[in-house]
């Protein structure tokens, strides 16, 4: 049986909200309905209309205007989202939400993707957050005992982070630190973040290192790899920089994972925009397939 | 005429200093250093964290004290000097500011690398809409150009501080650079500019005073250049060139004099100016990866000039140290490959 695709709306005209849309309009479960910013001008809207897509400028009006839609990507600031979330509620469509607002269910679809496709809103963390919680989890399985303190370190271009991206860092750091306390179980997180302007831009890098007087890796560096292959099954680009080692100094394991980015809006550095996206999609073609499911 | 400024003096003996003793600085280094610092006319006294508060971490070190428990032993002992701290979005958030705001803090500067202006907005807005005296900090400005910087000097201004620091993190800086930087930015964005100096190539005296003939109006420095990598410009030097050229002033030099021998004794560190200070201010590399960069030369058994020239090459910025690994390794596999 052919599948229908379900109806999306985008809210959020940026470098994630852009990326998203070069996404959907690949994805065989997804149809952009509407994708909305505040300015029929900005390089974001420009790329939207130059693919044909339905457009609008009146923002989240415009998108409850539009009441056929099956999944709305969030893709503005932790503070827009916030003034949105009712109206985005009223809406009945499933809120995906790509910023660090943590209003919903926090998703990593590596670790909890089944359920989060019965959630109405489904926070996908941050770029940083998309990259280290998994990274961090497979580690803490390679240990013996649970660690005490895990730590990320991301460092991102500065041509890949927009306005909303900007605004929302303390959001970004809140909400890193807390998926990655919520998913390992260990007590005491700490996410940091770097935007670095070098030409050529840098890939998106993310550091993991875990707190541990544990020094032989033989499993963790098993377990990290296993949780790479993974990984990779819904973001190409990801792969590792640095292999799991024990730096003395910091009496901790220290590992480097890159992603190098599909080039779908931004070129292949932008890497962060692929990684949270790709998760993003990730959870609206899996609900897509589970409503189809529930059709037949 | 000309308007003859009064130059303010930001101490940074007490943050930047952190980085010299792996962010060790204890309860007793504080006390003492802010009863005598107190009675020098320093103006500004910044404590926290070396990389600013909220940055203690395993990534750039763990501080001894929490930032809160060094805020609040200086403020007992500070009465003239503001206190101050430093914080860099990214690392520190909101929710910090307003907890040292609470044990006392007088005065923020808020900071970021060079060209990123924009991630200060909202921490200095909170902080101009409370009327806390707030500052602008530009780091590793050897990265940009001079209208980057301009543009950058707007946008903060913009966002409500009353000065803004140029930080030459990597000691990269000469005074003739320095003087006309200092002025064109003086001028076209009309702000009060400040400099903060280190000293890989011994010019830290020299840029300052070169910045004061540029037009800057705060200069940072710390007690006998107590800082990060090669360290800062000198209080003790400072004040005295600063009489030598006339430059005027509120600090009083017999009592700078005297805090110098304090810091002798208070600060003793292993920190000894070496040949790759000079290579890590000739590559540009931020002076905090000093000591991360000598231990990972040492783990990987490489020579530590080529991490500096690779780490400059690839533009890394403070809070990349995980990177001094990557390229660390990578050296270390490469050489050898070759043998």
């Known amino acids: ?296 | 005429m000309q308007r003859v400024e009064i130059m303010k003096i930001y101490d940074v003996t007490l943050r930047d200093g952190s980085h010299a003793v792996d962010h060790k600085i204890t309860s007793d280094q504080i006390c003492k250093y802010c009863k005598h610092v107190d009675l020098t006319g320093v103006d500004y006294v910044e404590v926290g964290h070396g990389i600013g508060i909220g940055a203690s971490s395993l990534l750039i070190g763990r501080g001894a004290l929490t930032d809160i428990e060094m805020l609040r032993i200086a403020r007992r002992h500070l009465h003239r000097a503001k206190l101050s701290i430093h914080i860099v979005p990214g690392y520190g958030t909101i929710d910090d500011i307003a907890e040292a705001l609470e044990a006392g803090v007088d005065s923020v500067r808020v900071a970021s690398h060079c060209t990123e202006a924009d991630i200060t907005k909202k921490h200095i807005k909170y902080l101009s809409n409370r009327n806390v005296e707030v500052f602008g900090g530009l780091m590793m400005i050897h990265l940009a150009t001079d209208e980057q910087l301009l543009d950058q000097c707007k946008r903060m201004k913009d966002y409500g501080v009353k000065c803004i620091t140029l930080l030459d993190s990597a000691g990269n800086f000469t005074p003739a650079r320095v003087t006309k930087l200092v002025k064109f930015l003086r001028e076209n964005a009309k702000i009060e500019i400040g400099f903060h100096a280190h000293d890989n190539l011994g010019l830290s005296i020299g840029n300052s005073l070169a910045a004061i003939a540029g037009g800057a109006t705060m200069l940072d420095a710390s007690i006998n250049g107590f800082g990060a990598g090669a360290g800062n410009a000198s209080l003790e030097n400072l004040a005295a060139a600063m009489e030598l050229e006339c430059a005027s002033n509120e600090l009083k030099l017999p009592s700078v004099l005297d805090l110098a021998t304090i810091g002798q004794q208070l600060f003793a560190s292993d920190s000894v100016k070496n040949t790759n200070d000079i290579i890590s201010g000739l590559a540009g590399v931020v002076s905090v990866f000093a000591k991360p960069v000598t231990a990972a030369a040492r783990q990987y058994q490489v020579d530590p000039k080529e991490i500096y020239f690779e780490l400059g090459r690839l533009k890394a910025i403070a809070g990349q140290e995980d990177l001094i690994i990557e390229v660390a390794q990578r050296i270390s596999r490469n050489t050898k490959h070759k043998k």
């Open chain 1, 1 to 296: 049986m052919k599948m229908s695709k379900l109806n999306v709306g985008v809210i959020g005209s940026g470098n994630i909200g852009s990326d998203l849309l070069v996404k959907i309009t690949r994805s065989q479960h997804l149809e952009c309905k509407i994708f909305c910013g505040r300015n029929l001008e900005s390089p974001g809207m420009q790329f939207a209309q130059q693919k044909e897509v339905n457009v609008s400028d009146r923002s989240i009006d415009a998108l409850i205007e539009q009441t056929d839609l099956d999944i709305i990507f969030d893709a503005t600031s932790a503070e827009t989202h916030f003034e949105n979330l009712s109206k985005l509620e009223s809406t009945g469509a499933l809120i995906i939400d790509m910023t660090p607002a943590k209003t919903g269910f926090l998703c990593v679809p590596d670790i909890n993707l089944e359920e989060a496709v019965k959630e109405r809103n489904v926070n996908m963390i941050t770029c940083g957050g998309q990259a280290s919680v998994p990274i961090a989890l497979a580690i803490c399985k390679g240990l013996q005992d649970l660690p005490k303190y895990i730590e990320t370190i991301s460092t991102i271009a500065s041509l890949s982070a927009g306005t909303g991206t900007r605004d929302s860092l303390d959001e970004y750091i809140k909400t890193t630190q807390l998926a990655l306390k919520k998913f390992s179980g260990v007590k005491n997180t700490k996410a940091l973040i770097n935007l670095n302007p070098a030409t050529p831009p840098i890939n998106m890098s993310t550091t993991v290192m875990v707190e541990t007087e544990e020094t032989h890796l033989t499993q963790v560096t098993i377990e990290v790899q296993k949780c790479v292959d993974r990984l990779q099954r819904y973001i190409p680009g990801i792969h590792i920089k640095v292999h799991p080692v024990y730096d003395d100094r910091r009496s901790a394991v220290v590992t480097t994972i890159g992603v190098t980015g599909m080039g779908d809006y931004l070129p292949s550095y932008a890497g962060n925009l692929d990684i949270i996206n790709c998760a993003g999609i990730m959870v609206a073609e899996s609900y897509a397939k589970s409503r189809n499911n529930e059709d037949i």
